[in-house]
């Protein structure tokens, strides 16, 4: 007999945290993501699952930091950058080559997820969508909340503004796709409100802050 269901805990990016990429970027108040958790009152063995938006340094280096979590990633993300990337200088910036190397020794492993394509539900409440041409296969993220859908867009959306205005982000290989994704996630959230960008400290302002650098979407 199966026992008792438990509510998965679910990182959306990982984060980064090697030493590596801060000699050539100055980070103020860094926090390693695993730390971030004590203001839950999370540990990192407590997170089930990590889902990678894109293969991003900045969203990807901090696989390894949760030892008991599934990593799901889009499966052409995933074997874009392990192969083919790799045969031209130009079409593998931003991939860190190490960040890459975990992932794969993490598939050997049997921890690594391979999201198949759109609109696929990977865990109860969670869906996953390809997204725009960020990377070569980004995605993001459905949830189900009290208030009705929300949508985790990473890097679809750097900011709110994207979305008010209608702005494609700066680092795309392919507006048109990005400013597609943008138009989806208004389709799928219940309301525009519960579109978290990737990089916008606004929702610190815009959603309740139970702690310090915490904030609580419902």
């Given at each position: 007999?199966?026992?008792?269901?438990?509510?998965?805990?679910?990182?959306?990016?990982?984060?980064?945290?090697?030493?590596?990429?801060?000699?050539?970027?100055?980070?103020?108040?860094?926090?390693?993501?695993?730390?971030?958790?004590?203001?839950?009152?999370?540990?990192?063995?407590?997170?089930?699952?990590?889902?990678?938006?894109?293969?991003?340094?900045?969203?990807?280096?901090?696989?390894?930091?949760?030892?008991?979590?599934?990593?799901?990633?889009?499966?052409?993300?995933?074997?874009?950058?392990?192969?083919?990337?790799?045969?031209?200088?130009?079409?593998?910036?931003?991939?860190?080559?190490?960040?890459?190397?975990?992932?794969?020794?993490?598939?050997?492993?049997?921890?690594?997820?391979m999201v198949a394509g759109d609109a696929q539900?990977?865990?109860?409440?969670?869906?996953?969508?390809?997204?725009?041409?960020?990377?070569?296969?980004?995605?993001?993220?459905?949830?189900?909340?009290a208030a009705g859908k929300g949508v985790l867009?990473?890097?679809?959306?750097?900011?709110?503004?994207?979305?008010?205005?209608?702005?494609?982000?700066?680092?795309?290989?392919?507006?048109?796709?990005?400013?597609?994704?943008?138009?989806?996630?208004?389709?799928?959230?219940?309301?525009?409100?519960?579109?978290?960008?990737?990089?916008?400290?606004?929702?610190?302002?815009?959603?309740?802050?139970?702690?310090?650098?915490?904030?609580?979407?419902?």
């Open positions: 007999m199966a026992g008792p269901w438990k509510w998965p805990n679910i990182l959306v990016d990982s984060g980064f945290y090697h030493d590596r990429f801060f000699k050539d970027w100055q980070v103020k108040d860094f926090t390693k993501p695993s730390d971030t958790l004590n203001r839950v009152g999370l540990k990192p063995e407590d997170i089930t699952d990590v889902i990678i938006a894109h293969m991003h340094w900045d969203h990807s280096d901090g696989i390894d930091l949760f030892p008991n979590a599934r990593i799901w990633i889009q499966q052409e993300e995933l074997e874009y950058y392990a192969e083919e990337a790799w045969q031209s200088k130009d079409t593998h910036g931003g991939i860190d080559e190490e960040d890459v190397l975990t992932l794969v020794k993490l598939n050997t492993q049997g921890r690594v997820g539900q990977i865990i109860p409440g969670v869906t996953c969508y390809t997204g725009g041409k960020h990377t070569y296969q980004s995605q993001y993220v459905g949830v189900r909340t867009a990473s890097d679809n959306m750097y900011v709110c503004e994207n979305l008010e205005r209608h702005a494609p982000i700066a680092a795309t290989l392919d507006a048109a796709s990005n400013l597609r994704a943008q138009d989806r996630t208004k389709q799928i959230a219940a309301r525009p409100g519960l579109i978290v960008p990737g990089h916008d400290p606004a929702v610190f302002e815009k959603f309740p802050n139970p702690v310090p650098g915490v904030a609580r979407i419902q």
